[in-house]
């Protein structure tokens, strides 16, 4: 039999080439390793290939990006900042950072992003802002969230870590009308930098703000200052700020990155779409793809398990590591966690449709450096596992 049955297909590689490589190498070599001309020149590309007049402020890590938008819209204790239970703890705990309250809503059970019908009603004279994840790499229903936030003053940060390039209305994540939008570069989403994200927005004050508190509040970049032609090494700090500054290491990574990122998603939706042919029929529910004529970037293929699939969930993917296919849950929701279900008294039965796509869901591979073969391989393992082939 080939040894290649037996080697392991991780859940996720990032797949970087040669032209990131020489990057980073001529960073190196130039002496400029923090943040400095490349991150500069990544933001203004950045802003280039959104379009739409936005303003990038590259930081390093989503995380970061988004606790200084919350922090540039005044958001502070007191305040509340409704999200969803279905997302990754770094969309909650930086409401947390600041003092405010998340309130948490459940997800549609079709799109599995946040649920527009319930927001509403999660609205209290103390909610300042709405964070909507676009997960796995499909649009939230923005029209519906914006309609939401104007009629009721609010402030929306879009969390769209999965969302690069997704559209929305025939529109780039990241040029709608939300007062910022936040993604990320780890290394396992749809571009990557290693660590790292990008603040975008429109408004001038925000992305002042952010680029002030992004490094310890001081009033001039230390680009700006170790670079200009005259003496100019005073600065000021303004605000107690935070060490958020993408590195010029890192931004060397982003620069070509970027401009593989609609490369990169015809890759990730030609795997995506042959998973959808070929594990139809089985006892899954496949994910969702974007409204019509929108795109998806598939940084995520999640699927559910049936109630009739004849196995759990844990021991599906035991079973799928068992044949060498790394897998992945996404995501355990917020309110199975002791602090967030302890500190706001949560349970399961509050978020009926997350804990049922909790309990049923795995997360398949896909990632832009699988090859058709391992693809057959994960497609194999599928029906092996649910019974549906015998030998792989």
């Not at 990574?253 to 030609?270: E, V």
Request: glycine share 8%; proline share 5%; aromatic share 10%.
């Amino acid at each position: 039999m080939d040894n290649t049955e037996f080697s392991f297909l991780p859940f996720a590689l990032p797949e970087i080439g040669e032209e990131e490589i020489a990057e980073v190498v001529s960073s190196l070599r130039s002496g400029w390793v923090t943040s400095g001309p490349k991150a500069k020149q990544f933001e203004a590309d950045f802003s280039f290939w959104l379009g739409g007049g936005v303003e990038s402020i590259s930081v390093n890590s989503a995380t970061a990006g988004l606790h200084l938008a919350l922090e540039a819209l005044g958001i502070g204790p007191g305040d509340e900042v409704i999200t969803t239970t279905h997302t990754f703890t770094a969309t909650a705990e930086v409401i947390r950072y600041l003092g405010a309250d998340p309130v948490f809503v459940d997800v549609d059970s079709t799109t599995l992003c946040i649920d527009t019908t319930k927001i509403q009603n999660a609205i209290t004279p103390r909610t300042k802002a709405i964070i909507p994840v676009h997960f796995a790499g499909r649009s939230a229903d923005m029209i519906g969230i914006m309609d939401i936030a104007k009629r009721y003053g609010l402030k929306v940060v879009e969390d769209a870590a999965h969302a690069l390039p997704t559209t929305c209305n025939g529109k780039l994540i990241g040029t709608l009308d939300s007062d910022a939008t936040v993604f990320s570069f780890y290394a396992n989403k749809t571009i990557t930098t290693g660590e790292g994200g990008m603040l975008v927005t429109r408004n001038s004050e925000i992305a002042k703000r952010a680029r002030i508190m992004r490094l310890h509040g001081i009033n001039r970049d230390a680009f700006d200052r170790f670079t200009a032609n005259v003496p100019s090494w005073y600065y000021e700090i303004v605000a107690p700020g935070f060490k958020y500054n993408l590195t010029d290491i890192a931004a060397s990574i982003g620069l070509h990155q970027l401009k593989k990122a609609h490369l990169f998603q015809k890759k990730r939706q030609a795997i995506a779409e042959r998973y959808n042919a070929e594990l139809s029929g089985l006892p899954l529910m496949l994910p969702p793809n974007s409204e019509s004529g929108d795109t998806h970037s598939w940084h995520l293929y999640v699927t559910q398990l049936s109630e009739d699939a004849g196995i759990s969930r844990d021991r599906f993917i035991e079973k799928m590591y068992e044949l060498g296919i790394g897998m992945s849950v996404h995501y355990v929701p917020l309110h199975q966690h002791p602090y967030w279900r302890e500190t706001y008294n949560l349970t399961p039965e509050m978020f009926p449709v997350s804990q049922r796509i909790y309990e049923h869901t795995a997360t398949l591979p896909l990632y832009t450096r699988m090859t058709e073969a391992d693809t057959d391989r994960v497609i194999s393992a599928v029906k092996k596992v649910l019974g549906r082939q015998k030998t792989i």
